[in-house]
């Protein structure tokens, strides 16, 4: 039962972690970024060279924020950005982008499957149960990213300027916002976050070319469900993920990875706006 | 012709507030707006009426840089505008109250102030709402959206007010308002102008609202002005309702 609680909390931790970037993008640009996935992978192999280079492993998640945040410069400025206003060219450039990075990280690294060190190895004793100690790290890890990025939305101007712009880009253009620059940065932290993501997870399996593919699915499913809210992410992260934890447990881990999916389906079919409030 | 006496006296040079030049625009392979030309004097309020598909909203939106210009000109205080993005247009002075949508419901009062104010003095801000409608300082904290229709037009208005915009462009601003409440946005444009000298373009279905507020008004048929006069002449209502009655 503990067991199974910890699995809980820490897979929502984690696919909220993966997902929060993916959500901002969507909220400010009304675009999945299916290039999410690659940069997760960027991250993934950040975290790689930070291990590769003997440094400290918790300078990781730096690194991968600096690779994924510069990627995600030059992404919006060169392949979202000229498709302003045609949303569904802009989504198929991220995913063709997504394949370019699959393939260039394939060129420079080999398909072969590596592995990282972990911040904090071994395992933790809690409640009588002996866990992994990272991934009990990453429910902190999770709480303090949601928080900081609640504190920059409600707590500062450039947060006040990217909510005006999630609810009505026009009206916040004709009072002086610089929709375009707050595009820019929502894109830029987006992908730094997803970077993050992928080096916060590797430790917990591998890494590979294509690492990032599978978490975009979920990832998106989530997003889907959620609105441009991060109370709402964090619900269906601890609803869905828990919902799958329970079917690969009791069930098969064949149906737990497609629990998120189904089930977010199911729920939009009932309640369109999923875990959002109106 | 001289200003009416309410002016506040011109600048020493007399470039027009707002000039705008043969503009065309419109929709994608629909113009609306017909090589419109007017320029507005400093301090200067104008009034543009028209019925309802006439392209009056279009105009101000082709002016703030929502849609496109096909051809034309538009100059801010002798500052070319034509091709300026909409915030670099607010960001020169101007101030636009949108008809529809032009809040933002979900966000407080507060809020809804704070993100038009640029400057960093808010308090000087917000001491000019306070002049215009008080009881907004009381409502800081409330949602945007929970305010009666009647406030969340005084709420536009004060918005605009707030920026100290050199030019604020308003469409319909009546539109579905008791008279009172009509009245006392009457009151707070005089005054705004008076107090600052604000240059005004006010697109109106209200005539009485629009005579009693303005200098000058021109009635827009089809996309291009038909008639046009000082709200001061007698025959000001007779031409203006022969157009809208047409």
């Not at chain 1, 199974?4 to 909220?27: H, K, N, P, R, W």
């Not at chain 1, 998106?220 to 959620?226: A, G, P, R, Y």
Request: hydrophobic letters at 50%; aromatic letters at 6%; charged letters at 15%.
């Amino acid at each position: 039962m503990i067991a199974q609680g910890l699995d809980i909390v820490t897979t929502a931790a984690i696919l909220y972690a993966v997902a929060t970037g993916l959500l901002l993008v969507f909220g400010v640009m009304k675009i999945i970024n299916f290039a999410h996935g690659g940069l997760m992978t960027l991250g993934g192999y950040a975290a790689l060279v930070t291990t590769q280079m003997g440094l400290n492993p918790w300078l990781a998640i730096p690194a991968a924020a600096l690779f994924g945040g510069v990627a995600g410069m030059a992404i919006e400025r060169f392949a979202v950005r000229p498709l302003y206003g045609r949303p569904l060219d802009a989504i198929l450039a991220t995913w063709g982008l997504s394949i370019i990075l699959g393939q260039l990280i394939t060129i420079g690294f080999g398909r072969g499957v590596q592995f990282t060190r972990s911040p904090l190895e071994g395992t933790l004793d809690l409640l009588g149960e002996s866990y992994s100690a990272w991934r009990l790290a990453l429910v902190p890890i999770a709480v303090v990213l949601g928080l900081g990025l609640t504190a920059l939305l409600q707590g500062t101007r450039l947060g006040l300027e990217t909510r005006a712009v999630i609810m009505n880009e026009d009206l916040a253009r004709g009072l002086g916002i610089n929709s375009g620059l707050v595009r820019f940065l929502t894109f830029t932290l987006g992908s730094a976050l997803a970077a993050v993501a992928g080096a916060l997870i590797t430790p917990l399996s591998s890494v590979d070319p294509n690492m990032g593919v599978p978490w975009l699915v979920n990832a998106f499913m989530l997003v889907l469900v959620s609105g441009a809210s991060l109370f709402s992410l964090a619900l269906s992260c601890l609803v869905l993920g828990g919902a799958q934890v329970l079917v690969s447990t009791y069930l098969s881990p064949v149906l737990g990875g497609l629990t998120i999916a189904v089930l977010a389906a199911v729920l939009l079919r009932i309640r369109p706006q999923g875990f959002a409030r109106d | 012709m001289t200003a009416p006496a309410t002016n506040p006296p011109a600048s020493a040079n007399d470039t027009p507030a707002l000039a705008v030049e043969n503009l065309s625009s419109g929709y994608a392979g629909a113009v609306v707006v017909r090589e419109v030309s007017l320029a507005l004097q400093p301090g200067e309020i104008r009034a543009v009426l028209g019925k309802n598909g006439m392209g009056k909203s279009t105009l101000l939106k082709a002016v703030m840089g929502f849609l496109p210009k096909m051809g034309g000109v538009v100059r801010f205080e002798g500052t070319d505008a034509t091709r300026l993005p909409p915030h670099r247009i607010a960001r020169l002075g101007i101030g636009y109250v949108a008809q529809e949508k032009a809040l933002f419901q979900d966000l407080t009062v507060e809020e809804n102030l704070r993100l038009a104010v640029r400057a960093p003095d808010f308090a000087a801000a917000l001491a000019e709402v306070e002049t215009a409608f008080p009881f907004l300082l009381k409502r800081l904290r409330q949602r945007a959206g929970t305010l009666s229709g009647g406030e969340q037009k005084m709420l536009l208005m004060a918005r605009a007010l707030a920026t100290g915009a050199r030019l604020l462009l308003v469409d319909e601003i009546t539109e579905g308002l008791q008279p009172s409440v009509i009245d006392r946005l009457a009151g707070v444009i005089r005054d705004a102008r008076a107090r600052h000298g604000t240059t005004m373009l006010l697109v109106e279905q209200h005539l009485p609202f629009a005579l009693a507020v303005a200098d000058r008004w021109a009635v827009l048929d089809r996309g291009e002005f038909a008639d046009a006069g000082a709200t001061t002449e007698p025959d000001a209502h007779a031409r203006i309702l022969r157009h809208l009655s047409v």
